[in-house]
């Protein structure tokens, strides 16, 4: 089981990166025109390998959580969107002044403020971000996305453990993540912005 301090824990381990080496910092321009076997996401200019293609559990639940958004804010000014779907964060970059820096494709975010969204993506901060944790991805969820989450000011941030059928709510309180609670499939879940969406857990997670 996770709790707020297994995470924080896990936070101090690091994520792979793959072995790529012309530039010690990219931007969104390079993200472009990278040529991979495999997707990658672009954090505070570094490279991240994502994971394989997701398990079924994984995109059941990812799916399941899509709906309940999705429904809820049908014909309402937020959008949701479900990976891959790039955000593009402009995050100052102290040492080499890189914007554009960082270009992330979490599992589910909504967006309230169109004008974020083009074509291509969201350029802007989501107002909520879902990651559903996989073997090969839980290091940078909780420990590079969770930070990079916080430091970008995105209010909310839910937390998927598929194999516990937990969920971590995370909400963001003078400029820090704080544990709203851990939800176990028994329980309904409101999120904080919009306390008239109701989310039922048992329907989430895949018996």
């Not at 792979?16 to 010690?24: R, V």
């Not at 309402?76 to 554009?100: E, G, R, T, W, Y």
Request: net charge negative; hydrophobic share 35%; charged share 25%.
């Amino acid at each position: 089981m996770y709790d707020k301090t297994t995470i924080q824990e896990e936070k101090t381990l690091h994520a792979a990166e793959p072995s790529i080496g012309y530039k010690s910092q990219y931007d969104y321009e390079d993200y472009l025109k990278f040529d991979f076997d495999y997707m990658v996401e672009l954090i505070k200019g570094k490279i991240y390998k994502m994971s394989p293609a997701p398990s079924s559990f994984h995109q059941l639940i990812a799916g399941n959580l899509y709906l309940f958004f999705g429904n809820y804010f049908k014909h309402k000014k937020c959008s949701v969107f479900i990976a891959p779907f790039d955000v593009v964060l402009p995050i100052q970059n102290k040492k080499n002044k890189l914007k554009n820096n960082t270009v992330i494709q979490p599992d589910l975010c909504l967006i309230c403020d169109p004008d974020k969204i083009d074509k291509a993506g969201c350029f802007g901060v989501p107002d909520l971000v879902v990651e559903v944790l996989s073997p090969h991805t839980r290091k940078k969820d909780v420990k590079y996305k969770y930070d990079l989450y916080e430091e970008v000011g995105i209010l909310e941030y839910w937390v998927v453990m598929p194999t516990d059928h937990l969920l971590q709510i995370f909400t963001l309180e003078n400029g820090a993540y704080k544990l709203q609670d851990t939800y176990t499939d028994e329980d309904i879940v409101y999120p904080n912005q919009f306390p008239d969406l109701k989310v039922v857990l048992s329907e989430v997670f895949p018996s």
